[in-house]
């Protein structure tokens, strides 16, 4: 059973800092992408950053240089790297894997982890 979880989420400063982890287990297929997307209450759910396989990164434009994504290819583990937070990065973090098994792609999310950005 593929499983994503998430950790690291918690209440920070506006300024602060807070890195995700996104560990995973069960994987038996190719994953060509990994990446967060969060969801503020009343709203869809947005791209963060993602990375691909070959170190192709996408981030948001609300990002402004402020978050960073990185990957352990060989455990499947994304971490984001959040600095200068802000009140409006509020929201659920989602991680979030993309794979191909047999011609068939996948994808998976984990169950997110709060992130609070408040004085």
């Known amino acids: 059973q593929v499983q994503l979880v998430e950790s690291g989420g918690g209440l920070v400063q506006p300024g602060g800092s807070l890195r995700l982890s996104c560990a995973t287990s069960g994987i038996s297929f190719y994953i060509y992408a990994m990446g967060w997307y969060r969801q503020a209450p009343g709203k869809q759910r947005e791209l963060v950053a993602t990375?691909?396989?070959?170190?192709?990164?996408n981030y948001a434009d609300f990002v402004e240089g402020r978050f960073a994504i990185s990957r352990d290819k060989a455990k499947n583990t994304v971490f984001l790297q959040m600095n200068s937070l802000k009140p409006e990065d509020s929201a659920v973090y989602y991680c979030?894997?993309?794979?191909?098994?047999?011609?068939?792609?996948?994808?998976?999310w984990g169950q997110g982890t709060q992130v609070t950005v408040s004085s």
């Open positions: 979030n894997a993309q794979g191909l098994s047999w011609g068939t792609r996948l994808e998976y």
């Open positions: 990375m691909t396989t070959d170190d192709h990164t």
